[in-house]
């Protein structure tokens, strides 16, 4: 169980179109969900967590207006680059947590997408 | 910022051999997970162990924690090929979404 589901794996988009990627937890419910970005042969860097019906959080330094995510119900969240550039290019992960396991101080595991490799020309 | 810092950054062993990962943190935790990720994949949760433990084990995988030093060490015993993989630790960032916070990493390769 726990698996999550993120889609296209890759995708090319020229410089100024939007992308949009999708992350569902296919058999459990995600109250939250996260949004990563990996540079290659670095770490994942949090960009914004995900919240079912309401605003997401976004980290420091990630531009929610270029970065727009929308979590409409329990199992999907969707993440939009817009008017992508070059330097977009990366890697993005999303992740999510069992609603109902996150408390007592994120004493669950996260279960991970397989990513989506975005380039952008 | 990043929380842990895994050392080494890159290891390279033989099958058979045993892999050590240390990881080391900044602040108060609850727990120290441990994830693996396949090249050009998503990350796969290994093992969590709790703020009042201090080992634990899963299959090859055991994971020992020392809040004291605010480190942790993960240790492959038997290696396989398809150990390959770099491998992550993390904690939980202070935010009320309890998202992990991922340190750099180590890219283990096991050769045949």
């Known amino acids: 169980g726990a698996v999550v589901s993120q889609h296209p794996s890759w995708v090319i988009c020229k410089s100024g179109t939007s992308v949009k990627i999708e992350c569902r937890s296919l058999?459990?419910?995600?109250?939250?969900m996260f949004w990563y970005r990996q540079f290659p042969k670095q770490s994942l860097m949090l960009m914004a967590t995900?919240?079912?019906?309401?605003?997401?959080?976004?980290e420091q330094g990630v531009e929610k207006d270029k970065f727009l995510i929308n979590h409409a119900s329990l199992t999907l969240s969707t993440l939009t680059v817009t008017s992508a550039h070059p330097e977009d290019s990366s890697f993005y992960i999303c992740?999510?947590?069992?609603?109902?396991?996150?408390?007592?101080?994120?004493?669950?595991?996260?279960?991970f997408g397989n990513g989506t490799r975005l380039t952008v020309t | 910022s990043q929380q842990g810092e895994e050392d080494p950054q890159a290891l390279s062993i033989q099958e058979g051999e045993n892999a050590t990962m240390n990881c080391s943190y900044k602040t108060s935790i609850n727990n120290l997970q441990w994830y693996r990720q396949n090249s050009g994949r998503g990350l796969v949760h290994l093992i969590l162990?709790?703020?009042?433990?201090r080992e634990k084990h899963s299959g090859r995988l055991r994971v020992t924690l020392d809040t004291s030093k605010k480190s942790s060490s993960l240790l492959i015993t038997a290696s396989r090929a398809a150990d390959t993989a770099s491998y992550f630790c993390?904690?939980?960032?202070?935010?009320?979404?309890?998202?992990?916070?991922f340190g750099k990493g180590t890219s283990l390769l096991v050769t045949p």
């Open positions: 992740s999510a947590r069992r609603t109902g396991t996150g408390g007592g101080g994120g004493n669950s595991p996260l279960h």
């Open positions: 993390a904690t939980v960032y202070s935010n009320s979404g309890y998202a992990l916070n």
């Open positions: 058999d459990f419910q995600a109250t939250t």
């Open positions: 995900s919240n079912e019906g309401s605003k997401a959080t976004y």
């Open positions: 162990i709790r703020s009042n433990e």
